[in-house]
């Protein structure tokens, strides 16, 4: 399945709904941003839903591009929509390509 961002908006202070179209079916998941305190330094990250942490379990090539475009975003840069991220792999797809890449 074809894998496309149709927009990312804003819902808030430091948080965002990001639109996906995964072959047909329209979705829409938020991300946020966070300070997170390690050692004695703070360090700023993007934390996405869980629910689409656990759809793209295998498709990792996927939220790469996500999340990117998504600090592309949040950098203000312009970006036109709809952008093709990839292809959806389920586990089969990508266990195969894993082994093929070994």
């Known amino acids: 399945m074809n894998v496309q961002v149709l927009a990312i908006e804003s819902s808030g202070t430091n948080q965002w709904n990001v639109k996906l179209l995964v072959g047909q079916q329209s979705v829409v998941y938020p991300f946020a941003q966070e300070e997170v305190a ?46 093709e991220v990839g292809n959806f792999l389920t586990f089969d797809q990508a266990s195969e390509k894993l082994m093929l890449t070994e």
Do not use: Y
């Open 38 to 83: 390690i050692s004695d330094r703070s360090i700023i990250g993007i934390t996405s839903d869980p629910a689409f942490r656990k759809f793209f379990k295998f498709n990792q090539h996927l939220i790469h591009q996500i999340t990117h475009l998504l600090i592309q975003s949040v950098n203000a840069e312009v970006i036109e929509f709809p952008v």
